[in-house]
C-alpha cells in the first residue's frame, strides 16, 4: 500500500514536471512567433520604404532623360543656327559688292544728271554771249560762233564719254565678259588717269583677274591702285582681295601680314571685319 502511494507520488510529480515544461515551451514558442511577426512586419515596413525610393529615382531619372532630351534639342537648333549663320557670313561678301554695284551706279547717273543739267545751262547762257558779242561788232561775232567757250564744252565733250565708257566696261564684268572689261578699263585708265573713277578702274581689273584665278595679275593691279591711289575708297577692298589673292596661292605668311595691315589701317572698315575672319581662318590651320 505504501508502495503504491509512492508510485501514484511518482507518477503524479512526472506529470506535472511535463505540464510546466509543456506550459514553458509554448510560452517560448509563442514569443519566437511574436518576434518573426515584428520581424516580418520591419521587412514589410522597409520594402515600402525602397519602393518608394525606387519611384523616387525613377521620377528622377526620367527628368534627367527629359532634360538630356530638352539639350539635345538645343543643341541641334544651336548648331543649325550657326550653320545658318555661316552661310550668312559666306553671302556677305557677295551682297557686299552687289551694294557697292549699285551704289557706284546712282553715282553714275547722278554725275550724268549734274553733266546734263550743266550742258543745258550753257546751252541757256550761250544766247546771251552771242548778244555780247554783236554789240562789239561783226569781227568779234563771227569769232565766237566760230569758237564757243571752252568752259562750255569740256564737261559735255570729256566727262559724259568717261561715264558711259565705265559703265560700259562694268556691265562687261557683270556679264563675265572678264577679258574685254580688262581692256576697257584699261582704254578708260588711258583717256581719264585722274577722275574719281579711275582707283574703281583699276580695283575691277583686279576684280577680274581674281574670277580668272589670274592672281598674280590680280595682285599686280591691286598693289598699283594702293600706289597710285592711297587715297582713294577702294584702298580698303584692295588691301583684302590682295590678302586672299595670296591665300590662293598659299602665301600664308603674306596674307597675314596685309590681312592685318588692313586691320590696323581700316578698323571701322566692312572689310577690315571680313579680314579679321581670314586671319582667324589662318592662324587656326
Request: a neutral charge; proline letters at 4%; charged letters at 25%.
Amino acid at each position: 500500500m505504501l508502495k503504491g502511494k509512492k508510485v501514484l507520488f511518482s507518477l503524479s510529480f512526472l506529470l506535472l514536471f511535463c505540464l510546466v515544461f509543456l506550459s514553458a515551451d509554448n510560452d517560448q514558442s509563442k514569443k519566437a512567433y511574436e518576434l518573426m511577426y515584428q520581424d516580418i512586419q520591419a521587412l514589410k515596413v522597409q520594402v515600402q520604404e525602397l519602393s518608394a525610393i525606387l519611384k523616387k529615382n525613377s521620377a528622377d531619372l526620367q527628368e534627367l532623360k527629359d532634360q538630356v532630351k530638352t539639350l539635345g534639342d538645343l543643341l541641334r537648333r544651336s548648331q543649325a543656327e550657326q550653320n545658318s549663320f555661316k552661310d550668312e557670313l559666306r553671302n556677305i561678301p557677295v551682297q557686299y559688292q552687289l551694294l557697292n554695284s549699285r551704289l557706284e551706279e546712282m553715282q553714275f547717273q547722278m554725275s550724268t544728271l549734274q553733266d546734263i543739267m550743266q550742258a543745258l545751262q550753257n546751252l541757256t547762257n550761250q544766247p546771251k554771249v552771242e548778244e555780247k558779242a554783236q554789240a562789239k561788232g561783226s569781227k568779234s561775232q563771227v569769232a565766237k560762233k566760230e569758237q564757243p567757250p571752252a568752259e562750255t564744252q569740256k564737261p559735255t565733250v570729256a566727262t559724259i564719254p568717261a561715264q558711259e565708257m565705265y559703265n560700259n566696261a562694268y556691265g562687261d564684268y557683270l556679264k563675265g565678259n572678264y577679258n574685254l572689261a580688262i581692256d576697257s578699263f584699261r582704254l578708260f585708265l588711258q583717256q581719264y588717269p585722274n577722275t574719281p573713277l579711275s582707283d574703281n578702274a583699276l580695283y575691277w581689273i583686279g576684280e577680274c583677274y581674281y574670277s580668272q584665278g589670274k592672281y598674280d595679275e590680280a595682285i599686280e593691279s591691286f598693289n598699283e591702285l594702293l600706289l597710285s591711289y592711297p587715297s582713294g575708297d577702294k584702298v580698303p577692298a584692295a588691301y583684302l582681295k590682295k590678302g586672299m589673292s595670296l591665300m590662293q596661292q598659299g602665301k600664308k605668311d603674306e596674307a597675314l601680314a596685309t590681312f592685318k595691315l588692313l586691320v590696323s589701317k581700316y578698323p571701322l572698315q566692312e572689310e577690315a571685319k571680313l579680314a579679321q575672319q581670314k586671319i582667324n581662318e589662318l592662324v587656326g590651320k
